[in-house]
């Protein structure tokens, strides 16, 4: 990474020495000191250069922090030297942690603090600017915008430049610019070409900073941009803050992006009395700008740092600790530690295969009822899915067993968006004069539907005493509304008669699935440039294969009726329902986690998009998963999952190969027990490597796809070593996988599934089976799923 500008480092020597003992002197150590363990006090105690503290899940980085800031106002606050809170900066990455931090110091001391640099990147960034803002084009009042305040800005500017918002989205664009200031790139140090508005991003992100100079405003982004660019065009302020800040200590390091650690790296020049804590095996947030490379160079950028291994963990069971150990170990970029604990063995992890989505949920339900009758409240228990959609299906589950729960991160998941909309359009098609639902939906996607047409329908409904719908529909008769306007609004009327027509010769499902997408509203998600239109649209597959399994629209709706009825307000302990990213930094006593299967966890976008770098990362997410868990940690895996009312097969994670036999107890539905994996050698074959995502149809993955995926890994290999063929040592290498008839079925003979009963085989291909069942119809299962007729 090189520094967008040159430090000058004066004749500021950096003073390297490090003091390894307590207090000077004889004094006795103080009080404080007591309760740490030999490698906390050593993090707390090494007070002069560089100090990169690992700290590891549960292993009292918190306490560290407070401590090594208490000690150096005690210990660095007499004669001959004198140190004042002001000359420390203490950075964290929310305001409540340095709140929590500042008390902890004054409990220590037994006396207040104040007047020190604590608080966010954020804020302590924005408190420096504002003593220098002339220097950068601001006045010191200059206005702080937040993300909705961006968008309009951007919205203008767009309109301004003739560019279309529609096709060029303004929530697309601030996103770029982020990502540029989060690197610590102004519009003159762009490099990076950008087809947003056919090439013009860079040219639009000058306007854009050009147009808040004259507002007086700056975003969050600026906040260290700005910093930066004061830096480098004023040497002498940078002098200034660089022998003002003796000591520097920041939290979550390894969560920092490039702009926020050269800010850091400017600051630290003079002095070298920099203490970082963070955990590389816990950084997660690649999507919003963090750089895991920040921390595992920290020795590069401070020649002769300390690092202080904090490992024994506080928190967790020895089986949970050496299996999340064991499972990081399998990551190439991290600087290396291992996880121990006094506390006694406890429970193994739990690691559990099921037949599908459904039996998912029932375990979990039952595991956690089993828990309450043991007497254990439902707020020590927690659900950790990868991803949002995930929740349906257990939420559902315990609203049918009563139990109450709350979603941490985000809504639930019948009160999403895209899921409320959708909801709308099924209402509408089972009751033609839902008028809530059609002033929902009239205007989603767009079809410039203005506020003075819907004033008017509002006003006919009203004077006639009629639904919105039958309003419309009267009116398309008269010349009230405009042609376009009637042509328009007559369409999707008659859409909505269409669709409602269907259900008599076709099956709901598919009827929800001809009316998102006739209606553009899959498109309009599709379309969409914003970071979270891909999850919006896993969400609406989700809620295509919740309402295959009820008998009609009409039941659905009245379930969906019930499952909203549970009262957040609740003051009963509720189970805590969270994706794995909003769980971090939390703690449970007993931790769920399902989904464990390829595509699902490691996530398949994830490794689409950043190959090795983001396999590695869903590796520390599952990582972080299991170090929130203090007594239990169960993982789940299906066999099966329904996507847009299809069965599809599903491989385990890799990351449950990577357990270590000895710290987990496996267990599995009857049918997927034999072989590792808690899965027969037949269950999953080279067939179903070739129907994931990203592979071709020729069975044939590129060096680098294979890799990602890990196909010949120890635990898979053992499976499909009979599969592998051809492996070339050099060159462009490939794997090519084949496949052989089943050995247990052959075409006409009478079998039985699990969940779909009798049918008849109709077409075989490797180990899987074309069958014609009596009830469920035509369907492509796997022979080991399979009973004789």
């Known amino acids: 990474m090189n520094d967008p500008f040159e430090i000058d480092e004066g004749s500021a020597a950096p003073d390297m020495r490090l003091d390894s003992g307590p207090v000077a002197g004889d004094r006795p150590a103080p009080d404080y000191l007591a309760n740490l363990n030999p490698e906390q006090r050593a993090a707390v105690e090494t007070l002069d250069g560089p100090l990169l503290v690992l700290a590891g899940a549960g292993t009292g980085k918190t306490r ?28 964290t990455f929310t305001n409540r942690a340095a709140r929590e931090m500042q008390e902890r110091v004054a409990s220590a001391l037994g006396r207040p603090v104040e007047g020190w640099w604590l608080g966010t990147f954020h804020s302590l960034a924005a408190r420096l600017l504002r003593r220098h803002a002339e220097l950068i084009g601001l006045k010191p009042n200059f206005t702080i915008l937040d993300s909705d305040d961006q968008v309009r800005l951007l919205k203008q500017i767009l ?24 690197r610590g790139q102004t519009p003159d140090r762009v490099t990076e070409t950008s087809e ?11 306007i854009y900073q050009d147009r808040l100079a004259v507002l007086n405003a700056a975003d969050f982004g600026d906040l260290l941009l700005h910093c930066l660019t004061l830096f480098q065009q004023n040497p002498e302020i940078l002098r200034q803050y660089q022998n003002s800040f003796r000591y520097i200590l920041v939290d979550e390091y390894q969560d920092t992006n490039v702009a926020q650690y050269l800010w850091l790296r400017a600051l630290a020049m003079a002095h070298h009395n920099i203490c970082c804590v963070g955990d590389d095996d816990q950084a997660i947030y690649s999507w919003r700008g963090a750089e895991v490379g920040n921390i595992l160079r920290f020795d590069q950028d401070f020649p002769g740092a300390k690092v202080v291994r904090l490992e024994q963990n506080y928190r967790s069971t020895p089986h949970i600790l050496a299996a999340a150990s064991t499972l990081i170990t399998h ?17 193994k992890v739990q690691v559990k295969g099921v037949w599908d989505g459904e039996a998912e949920a029932r375990l979990v339900g039952e595991d956690v009822e089993a828990l309450q009758r043991e007497g254990i409240g439902a707020s020590r228990m927690a659900v950790l899915v990868r991803a949002g959609f995930q929740t349906r299906e257990f939420e559902e589950r315990l609203i049918t067993l009563g139990i109450p729960y709350r979603v941490i991160g985000g809504p639930r998941f019948y009160e999403r968006q895209e899921i409320r909309d959708a909801l709308a359009y099924i209402r509408m098609v089972a009751q033609p004069d839902d008028s809530l639902a059609f002033e929902r939906i009239v ?39 405009k042609p376009k306007m009637r042509q328009t609004l007559g369409g999707l009327l008659d859409d909505f008669d269409r669709w409602r027509a269907m259900l008599a010769e076709k099956s709901h499902v598919d009827v929800l699935q001809i009316v998102l997408d006739e209606s553009g509203y899959t498109e309009m998600w599709q379309q969409a440039r914003e970071p979270d239109a891909p999850g919006r649209l896993e969400n ?78 869903e590796r520390r997410l599952a990582y972080v998963g299991i170090t929130r868990a203090r007594k239990r940690a169960t993982v789940a895996y299906a066999a099966n999952r329904r996507i ?43 067939d179903d490597w070739m129907k994931m995502p990203s592979w071709s149809e020729s069975g044939t993955a590129s060096a680098s796809q294979a890799s990602e995926r890990r196909f010949a890994s120890t635990g898979w290999q053992g499976r499909m070593r009979s599969k592998i063929i051809d492996v070339p040592s050099d060159g462009e290498k490939s794997y090519n996988i084949s496949s052989s008839g089943s050995a247990k079925y052959k075409v006409g003979d009478a079998v039985k599934h699990r969940k779909f009963g009798p049918g008849t085989v109709r077409a075989v291909e490797g180990n899987k089976l074309e069958i014609d069942f009596r009830d469920a119809g035509l369907k492509k299962v796997v022979d080991s799923f399979i009973l004789p007729g």
């Open 64 to 91: 560290v922090l407070t401590t090594r800031l208490a000690h150096l106002l005690q210990s660095k606050s007499g004669a001959p030297e004198y140190l004042h809170p002001q000359q420390i900066l203490a950075v």
């Open 159 to 182: 309109d301004a430049e003739q560019i279309d918002a529609k096709k060029w989205p303004a929530k697309q664009l601030m996103g770029i610019i982020q990502r540029w200031k989060d």
């Open 196 to 206: 947003f508005a056919n090439g013009r991003c860079k040219e639009l992100y000058r």
């Open 331 to 347: 990551n190439e970029g991290r600087l290396g530690k291992e996880l121990w604990t006094e506390l006694d063995h406890g429970d």
């Open 443 to 481: 205007n989603v996607p767009k079809r410039g539907i203005g506020k003075a047409t819907l004033q008017m329908l509002h006003q006919y409904s009203r004077d006639r005493s009629v639904s919105l719908p039958i309003a419309v529909r009267e009116l398309l008769g008269t010349e009230d509304l």
């Open 540 to 617: 609406l597959k989700e809620l295509v294969s919740a309402i295959g399994e009820f008998e009609n629209l009409t039941v659905f709706l009245e379930h969906v009726s019930l499952v909203m009825e549970n009262d957040q307000s609740d003051e009963r302990e509720k189970i805590t329902l969270m994706t794995l990213h909003a769980a971090k930094g939390l703690e449970f006593d007993y931790v769920f986690l399902p989904g464990w299967e390829e595509g699902v966890f490691p996530h398949q976008r994830a490794m689409d998009e950043s190959g090795i770098k983001g396999l590695e990362e």
């Open 644 to 686: 847009y009312n299809q069965w599809q097969s599903a491989l385990p994670s890799r990351f449950i190969d990577e357990l270590p036999e000895d710290h987990i107890e496996r267990t599995s539905d009857t049918g997927l027990s034999g072989g590792r994996g808690a899965v027969s050698p037949g269950a999953w074959g080279a």
